[in-house]
């Protein structure tokens, strides 16, 4: 039976990168049983009546519930979310801080993805300034994001960011808000406004999980293969060199 020698430095760099690619797939595993259960929630909910602003505040669990809002925007304090793509075209979101006057609170509405073809040109886009009936639903990030910061400069608007933290844009404002971002359902005051529940569906994490498990076999394989052909080729080698004859 050939022995296993494979050396130290490929058995460190294996101890090293083994835990951390069947870590990562199983981390996938994870994330995706957490979408399988954040789809089945907005299932359920989305078939929900909205109910009054006032009474989601009240909410627990407020993930995806739909909520009905009158009141009024305020176009003077708008968030435009970056580098957001629909079929193919770059494009924002925008979002804009909404007073609902039953329960008299603020309400950050993301009212929809619109183009933005040309960077060297401000968005365009316009703030509906009747008093409004609006029905959104709450949608509450799965995972960390990029804040706003609450120092930031208060005057600069409307203000681009790649995510946005409502908390922190109350703070700036000295505004009671709700702490989480409310979309838009179509209506006279929305763009576009066909976002998907979660970003990354539960098959994509699956299939995320398979390339880092294939990983995780492959370095393993490679790993027993040299170390059981190391020695032969070892062997070979000093046969070589100490077999050969010098003729003159």
């Known amino acids: 039976m050939r022995p296993f020698r494979p ?4 058995t460190l760099v294996v101890l090293a990168l083994l835990p951390l690619l069947v870590g990562l797939g199983f981390w996938q595993l994870g994330r995706a049983d957490e979408k399988r259960a954040l789809l089945n929630v907005y299932a359920e909910r989305e078939i929900e009546a909205p109910v009054p602003a006032g009474q989601l505040l009240e909410q627990a669990d407020p993930a995806y519930r739909r909520v009905h809002l009158r009141g009024h925007f305020d176009g003077e304090h708008s968030l435009l979310l970056d580098s957001r793509m629909r079929d ?5 979101e925008l979002l804009q801080p909404f007073f609902d006057e039953p329960s008299g609170h603020w309400w950050l509405v993301n009212r929809g993805w619109l183009p933005w073809p040309d960077r060297r ?3 365009s886009f316009d703030t509906p300034q009747a008093t409004l009936d609006l029905t959104a639903w709450v949608y509450i990030a799965p995972g ?3 804040l706003l910061r609450a120092d930031a400069p208060a005057g600069e608007f409307p203000r681009l960011l790649n995510s946005a933290e409502p908390t922190h844009l109350w703070a700036q404002l000295a505004r009671d808000g709700y ?5 838009l359902e179509a209506g006279p005051a929305s763009y576009r406004v066909d976002w998907p529940p979660v970003a990354l569906s539960p098959e994509k994490h699956l299939g995320y999980a398979v390339q880092w498990f294939a990983l995780a076999t492959a370095l393993i394989a ?3 293969y040299f170390g059981w052909h190391r020695h032969d080729k ?3 080698s000093h046969g070589s060199r100490h077999g050969t004859t010098r003729h003159v």
Do not use: N, Q
Not at 7 to 10: E, K, M, Q, R, Y
Not at 179 to 183: G, K, Q, S, V
């Open 7 to 10: 050396g130290l430095v490929p």
């Open 88 to 92: 193919g075209h770059a494009g924002v």
């Open 121 to 123: 040109v401000a968005a």
């Open 144 to 146: 960390a994001s990029f």
């Open 179 to 183: 702490p989480y971002e409310l979309r």
């Open 222 to 224: 490679l790993y027993l």
């Open 234 to 236: 070892k062997e070979k």
